[in-house]
């Protein structure tokens, strides 16, 4: 296939994508709540436009409908603090992390979160945060098992993450995808029913060529991407989300597709 071709095929399949993506999981949680009229104090507009750069380059519109799906996350979510404290300010934060993602779908409530769990720093894969623990090198994480519809993410990170600069690397958007992965079951960078269509070769196609590239050292996307399929998608989209301007010029190819996953080009004409 010449690489027009190739283009054309890899953007149906895209669409494809997001498509079959959306119409599961609307089939499979009929009970995804409606959007509530829930209002934000001007202090913690305020705290977002200083912090979150995705919602300070929204229309104020935009910045309305952001400000109430935060709200309606905060309302719906429990966000409790292990051995830390956790303030207005970072929960706010956490739901940042699931609202930006998916900000140009419809209203979507996460029905399979309940709780988002926030450590003191990194921590293993027992949850230990103290210097004795050795390897304390995860900052957050999607629950199985016992853990099921948890997600635990180290609260100075995830405050890092957003501090109103750019960066590549962003724990809460991370895990967030992780969640929206997961939707359909499980987690392994696209939807399990797509997997076996055959459109999937492109994005498989895209991904091999970012992964020779990563391993040449000839990238500036993390080698975690490496990991798996799963990780990939969620490493080059906190990057996407975190600093959009940097992979347009670094990673043109990659920008388009998550672009149009996503659905970027609807927010910022
Ligand atoms: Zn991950």
């Not at 890899?10 to 959306?22: E, I, P, Q």
């Not at 303030?87 to 399979?112: R, W």
């Not at 050292?217 to 990939?232: H, M, Q, V, W």
């Amino acid at each position: 296939m010449d690489s027009l071709g190739l283009t054309v095929f890899s953007f149906a399949f895209w669409g494809l994508f997001v498509y079959l993506f959306f119409k599961y999981i609307y089939k499979r949680n009929p009970s995804n709540r409606k959007l509530r009229n829930l209002a934000m104090t001007n202090s913690q507009k305020a705290m977002m436009t200083r912090r979150i750069r995705f919602y300070n380059k929204l229309s104020d519109d935009q910045k309305n409908e952001f400000e109430k799906r935060v709200m309606n996350f905060l309302a719906d979510k429990t966000i409790t603090g292990v051995d830390t404290e956790v303030s207005e300010d970072v929960k706010i934060l956490v739901a940042a992390s699931a609202v930006i993602p998916l900000f140009t779908f419809p209203y979507y409530s996460y029905p399979n979160v309940s709780e988002v769990l926030l450590y003191s720093g990194s921590f293993n894969d027992r949850f230990e945060t103290d210097m004795k623990s050795g390897n304390r090198n995860i900052l957050g994480m999607v629950g199985e098992g016992f853990m099921n519809g948890k997600v635990v993410l180290s609260r100075p990170d995830l405050e890092r993450a957003f501090d109103g600069m750019p960066h590549t690397q962003n724990v809460g958007i991370h895990e967030f995808i992780h969640i929206i992965d997961k939707a359909d079951g499980a987690i392994d960078g696209i939807p399990e029913a797509l997997i076996e269509h055959s459109y999937a070769v492109a994005w498989i196609g895209e991904i091999e060529k970012e992964v020779k590239k990563i391993e040449r050292g000839k990238s500036d996307i993390r080698p975690y991407a490496l990991t798996n399929r799963a990780e990939f998608l969620a490493v080059v989209s906190e990057y996407f989300f975190d600093n959009p301007e940097k992979m347009q010029s670094k990673h043109p190819e990659l920008y388009e597709h998550l672009s149009n996953v996503f659905r970027q080009k609807q927010v910022f004409k």
